[in-house]
């Protein structure tokens, strides 16, 4: 009797799930289902012939945790992206043989960027790679390094084989290489959680009404905001939400007085110059396809100070924001968008950043929607031996 | 980002009614595509892969003709944002084919919205710059 009572009221209340729903227009619900679904299907780099095998994936874990790459034999790819600290290094500038000008980004979903870098000035993961190795800032290591432990140390040399189909040989800078290609199949794999975003993104793309109003409210007008008057996903487009371009939103480039970071435009420069681009002779792809994007890539003026649009999944979980760290929090970040100058963002058009003038509330909407786009990640355990 | 059909099926109707395009192969392979035309020239292409994504590479099939049937040339190709007056990141080339055949490499649209492509054809000593809309979400 006093179940059915019970019914009987839940049927008389106002179902308080319909109230936990904004309406979404078509074009909105369109716009939110570009940044899905998520996680995307794994990646397959074709400038990499150990890109998505095990056996690479294995090695290159196993060097990217390995501090004997680095000159002094303490500093490895870890040191500066931590598993705990997802892939980052919990400071606003990295930190190497000394004081680096830019922040460490998270290496979460790296393997779906097709430019690396703040400055885009790696084509590919495993080019990436190469930079903090041989750059004396950071590993301050080199190819013979790199190669002798590939010949001589005896797991490594194993795990080579496996991965490689063949003994190391006697090339140094090709085994450099194949030691970055190993690791960008290793870090290729580090894919974010899903979140309560996706959810949500899902359900309301499949019109399931009861599971979209899981969703907060307050994350979904803080969406509504993203994608709608905010004007967000022309750049944090797609289920990264980055477009993989750059931009600028109005950062100091300044690093020191009377020093920049010219951003893109030095990127492009130290693309275009370096052998391991994927116009030179170590892409795996004999069809060139996947180097359509650095043929054809053009410097422009406006590339000067211009960053990569960061991707926004596990954002909250940084320990600061921007290239150069400095911005402290979410709620700064966006009070900077609230805020910016237009008269640092030159622009003749409809400028794409420009003060929002957001009230509070909005604000902490939009704070709170980015942060639900953060997820634990499940733990890491370590990785098993390379030739047990 | 979808073909505007209707638009193409109300284009092949005008030209039909008017003879002198009528050697003008309007068919790319895949019997869907854009066409714009001018006074002087129709220009008939359609994007490879058929879809065009934010971010994603892609290019473009050309067939250019002329009213008066003389050889015209596609001579350059370039798409920029109207209202906030940015271009491409990235430069395409061209690639002649046989019969007023040409192929676009390298385009990218990395931003969604209104992007305007300029397709610049000349003949002889006349060039003219048309021009077509994709509007992208």
């Excluded at chain 1, 290489?177 to 899903?194: C, G, I």
């Excluded at chain 1, 008269?343 to 950043?353: E, I, N, Q, Y």
Aim: proline share 8%.
């Amino acid at each position: 009797m006093r179940g059915l009572l019970l019914l009987v009221l839940a049927a008389w209340a106002p179902p308080a799930a319909a109230q936990q729903l904004l309406d979404w227009s078509p074009d909105e619900v369109r716009a939110v289902g570009r940044h899905g679904p998520w996680p995307p299907p794994p990646v397959r780099d074709p400038s990499n012939r150990v890109s998505g095998t095990p056996a690479g994936i294995a090695l290159g874990e196993h060097l990217f945790n390995d501090p004997r790459l680095s000159a002094d034999g303490l500093m490895s790819c870890a040191t500066c992206h931590q598993a705990g600290r997802d892939w980052s290094d919990g400071r606003a500038k990295g930190f190497g043989t000394v004081d680096l000008d830019r922040r460490t980004p998270s290496l979460w979903n790296v393997g779906y960027a097709h430019w690396f870098g703040w400055d885009g000035a790696g084509d590919s993961l495993w080019a990436q790679t190469i930079r903090p190795i041989v750059d004396p800032r950071e590993m301050g290591g080199n190819a013979q390094r790199v190669a002798g432990l590939l010949r001589h140390d005896k797991d490594l040399a194993c795990g080579y084989q496996r991965a490689f189909g063949g003994k190391a040989g006697d090339d140094d800078e090709l085994l450099l290489v194949d030691a970055a290609k190993a690791m960008a199949a290793f870090q290729a794999t580090l894919v974010s959680p899903r979140t309560r975003f996706d959810a949500f993104r899902d359900a309301l793309v499949a019109g399931d009404r009861a599971a979209v109003a899981r969703y907060p409210l307050s994350e979904q007008r803080g969406l509504k905001l993203f994608v709608g008057s905010g004007n967000c996903d022309t750049c944090h487009f797609g289920p990264r939400f980055t477009n993989g371009e750059f931009g600028d939103v109005g950062i100091a480039f300044f690093v020191r007085p009377g020093e920049v970071d010219t951003g893109r435009l030095g990127g492009l420069a130290r693309l275009a110059g370096s052998p391991f681009n994927l116009l030179g002779r170590y892409n795996d792809d004999v069809s060139g396809a996947n180097a359509a994007r650095t043929r054809h890539v053009q410097r422009l003026h406006a590339n000067f100070g211009e960053f990569r649009v960061p991707s926004l999944r596990q954002v909250g979980r940084a320990a600061a924001y921007m290239h150069d760290g400095s911005i402290a929090t979410l709620e700064d970040v966006v009070r900077h968008y609230s805020e910016v100058n237009p008269d640092r963002l030159h622009s003749d058009g409809t400028p794409l950043v420009r003060p929002l003038g957001l009230s509070p509330q909005e604000r902490t909407d939009l704070v709170a929607f980015l942060r639900s786009l953060d997820a634990d990640p499940p733990p890491r355990p370590a990785p098993p031996p390379l030739c047990p | 980002m979808r073909l505007s059909a209707k638009y193409l099926a109300s284009s092949f109707a005008f030209l039909f009614a008017n003879a002198a395009w009528a050697n003008c192969p309007l068919d790319l392979g895949r019997g869907t595509g854009w066409v714009v035309f001018s006074d002087h020239y129709m220009v008939a292409f359609r994007p490879e892969p058929m879809r065009i994504e934010v971010g994603q590479p892609f290019s473009l099939l050309f067939n250019v003709c002329t009213k008066s049937n003389r050889p015209a040339e596609l001579v350059a190709v370039d798409a920029l944002m109207p209202e906030h007056k940015h271009s491409m990141n990235y430069r395409p080339t061209i690639l002649a084919g046989a019969d007023g055949r040409y192929r676009v490499d390298g385009l990218i649209f990395h931003m969604p919205g209104r992007w305007e492509l300029s397709i610049d054809v000349r003949a002889g000593e006349e060039s003219e710059r048309l021009m077509h809309d994709f509007i992208l979400k």
